[in-house]
Each structure stands twice: as C-alpha cells, then as structure tokens.
Nanobody
C-alpha cells in the first residue's frame, strides 16, 4: 500500500519560513519523480516544485528563489523549504510521487501565511 504523509504545515507570519516533509512508503522511492503541489481556496491545484529521480529540480516562477525542494532517498522523504513566505502562498500543499503511469498523492498539509 502506497502512502505519502505530509507534515510541517502551520500558521506563519509573512516573511517567515516553514519546511514541509513528505515521507513515502510502499514505493521504490528513489525511482520516483517527486513533487509538491498546492491548492488555494477557490483555485485549481498548481505545481510548486518537482525533483526528478536524478535530482533535477523545477519550480513555478512565483516561488523561485524562495522555495527549495530536496530529497533524501535513504529516508524515503522529500522536503520543501520555504522562506520569505507571502500571504499568497497560503494553500493546502500536497506531495506527489510519479513514475510513468503511476501517480500517488498525499492528503495535504495546510500552510497559512497571515499576520
């Protein structure tokens, strides 16, 4: 059974930082491309960042220079370090694992940026 368990969300003031974690089980983690997506109220889910099985990264323009995605294959975990957070970063953040036709999602973790 595949499980992706996100953690690390919460309430933070503008300009603050958070680190999200996603622990995976039930998959050969190192073979999967991993990603973080987010969905704000009333909006579609959007890609935030991805990291390939080989370690190549990609970011949506709005988070470049502020967010960093990384992975630890020994711990089956992918991270999203977020700094300089803005109110518009408020959303539920979802972890994704993708390999060819296989696509798995976590349950999401809420990030709220507000003073």
């Amino acid at each position: 059974q595949v499980q992706l368990e996100e953690s690390g969300g919460g309430l933070v003031q503008p300009g603050g930082s958070l680190r999200l974690s996603c622990a995976a089980s039930g998959i050969i983690f190192g073979a999967y491309n991993m990603g973080w997506y987010r969905q704000a109220p009333g909006k579609q889910r959007e890609l935030v960042a991805t990291i390939s099985s080989g370690g190549s990264t990609n970011y949506v323009d709005s988070v470049k220079g502020r967010f960093t995605i990384s992975r630890d294959n020994a711990k089956n975990t992918v991270y999203l370090q977020m700094i300089s957070l803005k109110p518009e970063d408020t959303a539920v953040y979802y972890c994704n694992a993708e390999l060819r036709s296989r696509n798995y999602w976590g349950q999401g973790t809420q990030v709220t940026v507000s003073s």
